[in-house]
């Protein structure tokens, strides 16, 4: 029977897990099967190398999950290799980051029998289309944005109209949200499965599907839903104020897919958590590292946070939180990594999967940029 104290904590919880605001443009992801029929699913990773825990429990399981149990829907998930150009890197290290990107994504379990699994630079008309919508996208919806400020090392409220921060940051950098909405509209999308970071690139995406429609008087794209899944924002473990991110100099802050079981359970013990004793609690303004190794539990284990604040009071100390922790993720990336290691060996075999991805994804990008120009006036 639970105490007071974890009476609380769920009640907490129950306050966390239940967005009631949210919009109906954003759906909790809680259930794999209510997609409605005949849905086009997209969304995209940029190939910083390996995935992490985060890019896991926030977008690529759920990819797995809704393309594994969604056969009427289509479903197309792309490494965004032309985003990552934004922050410059040595061609061959790029080029080996794509390898890794695209072995972390089909170790996690994609089958590209029931989505497309492809490189962005290769299907040219992201590009094209990311021109139109960068033409219709005002600087100051693009100022408002505040991924552009982190990634040009900006504070949140520095703005591209001060003479420093214009010097500083590259028009790739600004502009990407309208390559963004150009990746998704390119496929006339209806859903888009991502972590909470996306969710205001999301809203500036159907901003634009709108303005398209409106100024050109048609009804050709859909406004893509968000889809956040329950761990939808998974924190350092450093420094659980910020998000968990592959750019954390912090090697200790970030658990990877292939990580090796030893290096997992080193990182998980060094967690930051606090020293507060008796009952476990999620609470991510009092405990936030507790909170987030909760939030990591409850992604790992497709448990509500109030059936895993309920689940692990029998631990009884923070040491035995973290080896549960530990444990749960070296079981779940286990078998991954080992198919990780053997994949990036086959690199013809990767080369191979990504073509036949490249085809298919034209095929369907090609066809509705045919019939954008055509509705812009440029067929
Ligand atoms: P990227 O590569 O930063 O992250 C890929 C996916 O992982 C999610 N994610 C997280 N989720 C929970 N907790 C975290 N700590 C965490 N870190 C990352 C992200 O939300 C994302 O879903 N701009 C995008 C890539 C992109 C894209 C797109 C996505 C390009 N075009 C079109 C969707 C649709 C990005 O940089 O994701």
Redesign the pocket.
């Known amino acids: 029977m639970l105490c007071s104290r974890s009476t609380r904590a769920v009640a907490l919880a129950r306050r966390y897990s239940n967005v009631s605001s949210t919009p109906s443009t954003i759906q909790e992801l809680d259930r794999y099967d209510n997609l409605p029929q005949n849905s086009r699913v ?5 190939p ?1 190398g390996r ?5 896991y ?4 399981k759920s990819w797995r999950t809704l393309s594994n149990s969604n056969p009427t829907s289509r479903f197309i998930f ?1 490494i ?1 290799d032309l ?1 990552a150009f934004t922050s410059f890197k040595p061609a061959s290290e790029l080029k080996e980051n794509r390898y890794q990107a695209i072995a972390s994504l089909l170790a996690s379990g994609l089958d590209t029998s029931k989505c497309i699994l492809y490189f ?1 630079s290769a299907v040219p008309e992201h590009s094209e289309l990311s021109w139109f919508l960068t033409c219709m996208t005002s600087m100051g919806q693009l100022n408002r944005m505040t ?1 552009w400020k982190s990634k040009a090392q900006q504070s949140q409220t520095s703005s591209i109209t001060d003479e420093k921060v214009m010097e500083s940051t590259k028009a790739g950098v600004f502009c ?1 949200p309208a ?2 909405a150009a ?2 509209l390119l496929y006339r999308s209806t859903h ?7 969710s205001q ?2 809203e500036l995406c159907r901003n634009l599907a709108k303005l398209f429609n409106n100024t050109y008087g048609v009804d050709y794209f859909p406004l893509p839903k968000t889809l956040l ?1 329950p ?5 350092s473990l450093k420094n659980p104020e910020k ?4 750019s954390d100099p912090v090697q200790a802050s970030c658990v990877y897919v292939t990580d090796s079981p030893e290096q997992i359970q080193s990182k998980i013990r060094k967690a930051t958590t606090d020293s507060i004793q008796g009952d476990w609690s999620f609470d991510p303004v009092e405990r936030p590292g507790v909170s987030n190794l909760i939030n990591i539990i409850s992604g790992l284990t497709n448990e509500s946070i109030e059936e895993t604040v309920a689940s692990v009071q029998h631990l009884k100390d923070h040491k035995g939180l973290k080896d549960y922790v530990s444990e749960l993720i070296i079981n779940e990336f286990s078998d991954k990594r080992q198919l990780y290691d053997e994949l990036l060996k086959n690199k013809d075999y990767l080369d191979h999967v990504c073509k036949e991805g490249r085809d298919s994804a034209r095929e369907v990008a090609s066809k509705n940029l045919g019939e954008i120009k055509s509705i812009v006036g440029m067929d």
């Open positions: 997209f969304s995209m990773i940029q910083t995935i992490h825990l985060g890019n429990l926030g977008a690529v792309g965004a985003h962005q991924q990407y390559l963004q990746d998704i888009v499965p991502v972590g909470d970071d996306q690139h999301l899944t761990a939808k924002k998974i924190l998000k968990m991110s592959k």
